[in-house]
């Protein structure tokens, strides 16, 4: 078991499964509430405050997991594993900072041992729209590794309680995290974050870090587009008025330089991310995904609408 830290106090760092598992059983009786946060690294304070969220959550006294692992089921064929970030020292600070009792680093043998696994989870329906249509496969590997690394992190028997947090900002993943674990009968309750956003709108996230400062201007509108939607709903003027509200800001966007290149824009029921009729009321995802140079980014609101008025 190794342990890392530049600031403050050291923090266990298991880079294989078997050092987790002697982790695991060395831990003081009695049980505590545990709880996993799942990163693919490169950590940001969006990340910060899911383990903030569950530390929250298990109180002192209780555990939190943080996984460090980078998949490579859930990159396609156009997408590149090794340009990746991996940050690992950072991301410990991070997750120290943040509350986490330990960092699981595990190595691609420790989670697919047989190599490329020949059983997955299969995302359904629901994983080949919207984001599941623009990167096919990449659902069934994030399922695939998120079942997996639930099992792996699971405490020993007889804790009382076990939860996974996960950032709304991914909201289709949360969505079939969620019904993977409904369907499947998974022991976890599955906690959903808010979207942690930077000073001028921008949702936080690794690749932001590739966008140069033209191309930050243009992404805003990503944020301006969700925060129309979500006033026309606090309007109640129904789903028709969210939607080209946003798609009003994002057409102005195509036009700037460097453009904005939208891949869609989405109004869905948050259970299964199918589009909502035109009369809907209740709750709904206002979701954009769109590219800003080489850069392609997701942004979402969730929003209830309330239908339109007479």
């Known amino acids: 078991m190794g342990f890392l830290s530049r600031r403050g106090r050291d923090i266990p760092v ?3 499964l078997a050092e987790f598992q002697e982790f695991r059983e060395n831990l003081v009786m009695p049980p505590r509430p545990w ?17 903030r969220a569950a530390r929250e ?3 002192k006294h209780g555990q939190v997991v943080v996984t460090v692992f980078v998949n490579p089921l859930q990159f396609g064929a156009n997408e590149d594993l090794d340009r990746y970030p991996r940050t690992l020292d950072a991301d410990v600070d991070v ?12 190595t691609v043998q420790d989670v697919y041992p047989g190599g490329d696994p020949q059983v997955r989870v299969t995302a359904g329906p629901m994983g080949t729209v919207l984001e599941g249509a623009s990167r096919p496969g990449h659902f069934d590997g994030m399922l695939t590794v998120v079942a997996k690394l639930l099992h792996l992190t699971a405490p020993m028997v007889g804790h009382p309680h076990i939860a996974a947090f996960f950032g709304e900002k991914d909201a289709q ?13 998974f022991d976890h309750e599955i906690v ?14 690794s690749r932001n870090r590739y966008l140069s400062d033209a191309d930050r201007v243009t992404a805003l509108a990503l944020s301006r587009a969700l925060r129309a939607g979500e006033a026309e709903a606090t309007a109640s003027r129904g789903p028709q008025a969210v939607h080209d509200a946003a798609s009003a800001v994002l057409g102005k966007a195509a036009t700037a330089s460097p453009p904005l290149e939208l891949d869609y824009l989405a109004l869905v029921d948050p259970a299964t991310f199918t589009e909502v009729p035109e009369h809907h009321s209740g709750p709904a995802v206002l ?9 392609r980014l997701i942004d979402n609101v969730p929003l209830v609408i309330a239908g339109a008025r007479s």
């Open 14 to 16: 298991a880079r294989s």
């Open 35 to 51: 709880a996993v946060v799942m990163t693919m690294g490169a950590l940001h304070d969006g990340h910060a405050a899911l383990v």
């Open 57 to 59: 959550r298990v109180g």
């Open 95 to 106: 997750c120290r900072d943040a509350g986490a009792s330990i960092v699981f680093a595990p």
């Open 173 to 185: 993943q949360l969505a079939l995290i969620r019904r993977m674990v409904a369907d499947l009968n």
């Open 192 to 205: 959903g974050v808010p979207t942690v956003r930077e000073p001028d709108g921008l949702a936080l996230s």
């Open 287 to 295: 979701a954009v995904a769109a590219r800003v140079g080489t850069t």
